[in-house]
């Protein structure tokens, strides 16, 4: 199975992080998309350790080319990441996006190009 096994991801700290963690742990291989030039800087400090080793270990990383971490950047790579995926997994709480190219955005755009969705939110789980 694990010749099988690619996971594609931004590397964002919390739930990409672990993504890419997992993936890598069972075998599988790792791809970046990587959002902006700054993406790494706009990261937590507490997250940069983790984004070094895993990018370090992605087979193919994916610039988009952007310069700022805004929003529009944060949905093109959102895209980007849909766009290589034959099934988005989503940590999320089923509620609208608090901003353009929030994790429902995402969801619907992977809803509107026919990828399949499978949402994780544990019992008990809320957002900050």
């Given at each position: 199975m694990s010749d099988y096994l690619?996971?594609?991801t931004c590397l964002a700290d919390e739930a990409d992080q672990l993504f890419a963690e997992?993936?890598?742990?069972?075998?599988?291989?790792?791809?970046?998309v990587v959002p902006t030039q700054e993406?790494?800087?706009?990261?937590?400090?507490?997250?940069?350790?983790?984004?070094?080793?895993l990018i370090n270990q992605?087979?193919?990383?994916?610039?988009?080319?952007?310069?700022?971490?805004?929003?529009d950047a944060h949905m093109?790579?959102?895209?980007?990441?849909?766009?290589?995926s034959d099934r988005l997994f989503a940590v999320w709480d089923g509620m609208?996006?608090?901003?353009?190219?929030?994790t429902?955005?995402?969801?619907?755009?992977?809803g509107s190009r026919g990828v399949p969705v499978?949402?994780?939110w544990p019992p008990g789980a809320y957002r900050d």
């Open positions: 690619v996971g594609v997992a993936v890598l742990r069972h075998g599988g291989q790792l791809e970046a993406y790494r800087g706009g990261l937590p400090e507490h997250a940069h350790a983790a984004y070094d080793q992605a087979v193919a990383v994916h610039r988009c080319g952007y310069r700022a971490s805004d929003s093109a790579a959102s895209e980007s990441t849909v766009d290589k609208p996006a608090r901003s353009y190219g929030g429902a955005d995402v969801v619907a755009y992977a499978t949402i994780i």
